[in-house]
Structure formats: C-alpha cells, structure tokens
C-alpha cells in the first residue's frame, strides 16, 4: 500500500477504512462481532493502516469495536474519530462542541478505543454555538497534554477552516467528496492547498452508487439510511444511472471495477488526498486497495471531469436537516 502525508506530516495509507458501516447506517448491523473484528485486522494486515471511527457510531458502539479490534496492534494504524455531538438516551440530540464537552469525549473515546492517544481527532460538524477558535483552542490542549495527536474537521466550510488553522494547525478536513460529489472543489480545496492541510473523502463511491451494486431496483432495508436521502429515490437513481454506466465502461476498458475508477480518479486530483471507503468484506477492502495501482491518463481524467455535468447528478447527498449541517 503507496503512503500519503496529510497535514503537519502525518503520514497516512493511501486508502483508509471508515468503519462507520460496521456499525450503522446501512441497514441491519452485522451480528456476527468476531467477523467485524476479523475484517478491521485484516485492513490493517492488507496495508489499509488509516481506520476512521466516531463517538457518535452506535453511538458508543463502533468506537468500542475498533477498540478491541485494533488493541493488539495498535501501534501498526493510525486512527481517527470525532467529537461534536451531544448524545442523550443513545442518540444525537444536537451539537455540542463546547471545550468542556470536547475533554469529555477525548476522554471517553480513549477509553473505549483502548488507547492512550487519538491520532486523528475531528469536529464532526461545526457548532455554531461554540466559536471556532475555542474548539481549536481545546483541541489544542488535548494535543499538548499527549492525549490527541493532530486536528481535524468534518464538512467546514473555507473560512472555517482558516480560522481554526490560525488557531492550532489544522492536519485534515473531512467531507464527502466523489465523482458526483464535487462540492469541496470551488473553495475547500484550494484553501486546503494553499494551507498545507490533507483532505479525507468519505462516501468516496457514493454510498455505494458508483460501484454499479445499486440501481432503481434496489429496496433498501430498515436502518439504511439512503432510504432517506434524496439523490437514492428510485426516480433520482434511474436519472444517475447514466453516470455510473459511462464509469463501468471505463472500468471494462481498463480491467478494473468501477468503484477502482472512481477512487483512481480521486486519489489523482491531489497527493493530500485520502480517501476513506467503508465496507464490511476483506474482498471488497482489498479490490478498494488495489485502487492505488490504477493509474489514469489526462483523457480520461479529464473525461470523468466534465461526466457528472454532461450526464448531470440528480438529488441532492443529504435531506434538508443534514444539509443545514454542512459548510458552516
């Protein structure tokens, strides 16, 4: 597995996991624990040494997971995980990135992940109560009391981002970005460029829509949360499928999957790029690995730049309550 730095030199896998799938959103959860345990050590065992977690997964649950998961080898992965939210009665309630509260869950996260550091700790979402600076400042004394190694965001907007920097040195920014998810580009990522920050997709494969495995067919189960989301209504899906049709192509012509493709074309736009697919199968882990190996000649990168325009992208990634979260 090729390496990359994000900010502050923190040298990452090329591709990481996001574990968040193992946990939630995806319609029932995996009921076999020792399986899940089995796939997070073999992520890292296949070189995928970059695992990203959240206190909010379960919630509680999926921390606690990587914990005993990754305990044995700790000092072989890089991980990640976020703070941000307030949990009451086992779900989200709302925002809540007050200092105090952010000390509360370093402190929290390090106990169920079985470790004496965060590598990676990230504001999950912007809190619009709690100024930028005093979360960076937080974050700050975390990082000089040894219990988190670097500072992270999750879907900032640009002058977020640079008021937190000034603050403590920002090493990644965490957004949901894709073939037909281009929103980082107009301002996040020159802005992470010019700052020397990393960026981290997720949703890199769009949630699972640009593998060619979901078409307007597909019925999502209880617990999935495409089935909420308005880009995955089976009309929104039938009016995408062009787009993921023109990538299959491509992947037949190069011997590749689709879901290669699209990760090829991400890990191609910057070197500070990381992306974070989520999966549940060491066969699907591995073929989102062999990714790094898929490289894309300036036709073709620059025909899958203009295919989201020329095929359109219908729907938008989040329902309105989620939208109103992002680019703060």
């Not at 979360?135 to 640009?158: N, T, Y």
Request: charge should be neutral.
């Amino acid at each position: 597995m090729h390496t990359r730095t994000l900010g502050q030199g923190l040298r990452v896998s090329a591709i990481g996991l996001g574990a968040m799938g193992m946990s939630q959103s995806y319609g029932p959860n995996p009921g076999d624990r020792d399986a899940m345990i089995g796939v997070l050590r073999g992520t890292v065992e296949r070189g995928v040494k970059c695992i990203d977690t959240a206190e909010v997964y379960g919630p509680y649950v999926n921390e606690e997971l990587v914990g005993e998961a990754l305990a044995p080898i700790r000092d072989d992965v890089i991980i990640a995980t976020k703070f941000g939210w307030r949990i009451e009665d086992g779900r989200s309630v709302g925002l809540d990135s007050r200092p105090e509260q952010i000390r509360r869950v370093a402190d929290a996260s390090l106990r169920r992940l079985r470790t004496d550091r965060i590598d990676l700790f990230y504001q999950h979402r912007v809190d619009p109560d709690v100024p930028i600076d005093d979360v960076a400042g937080a974050v700050a004394e975390l990082v000089r009391a040894g219990k988190v190694g670097h500072f992270g965001l999750s879907e900032a907007a640009a002058a977020t981002i640079r008021r937190a920097h000034a603050v403590h040195p920002v090493t990644a920014v965490q957004s949901e970005y894709s073939l037909w998810t281009r929103d980082p580009e107009a301002q996040v990522l020159p802005t992470l460029a010019e700052l020397g920050i990393g960026f981290v997709p997720f949703s890199p494969l769009g949630k699972g829509f640009l593998t060619g495995t979901v078409d307007q067919a597909t019925q999502f189960t209880d617990g999935d949360i495409r089935a909420i989301i308005p880009r995955f209504t089976a009309e929104n899906r039938s009016a995408n499928a062009a787009l993921v049709a023109h990538v299959r192509e491509l992947a037949q012509l190069r011997g590749a999957t689709p879901g290669q493709i699209a990760l090829a074309w991400l890990l191609a736009q910057h070197p500070w790029i990381v992306p974070i697919p989520g999966t549940r199968r060491l066969e699907r882990l591995q073929e989102n690995a062999d990714a790094t190996t898929v490289a894309l000649s300036a036709d073709e990168m620059a025909d899958l730049n203009a295919a989201p325009i020329r095929f359109g992208v219908h729907g938008n990634r989040y329902n309105e309550r989620q939208m109103g979260l992002v680019g703060r």
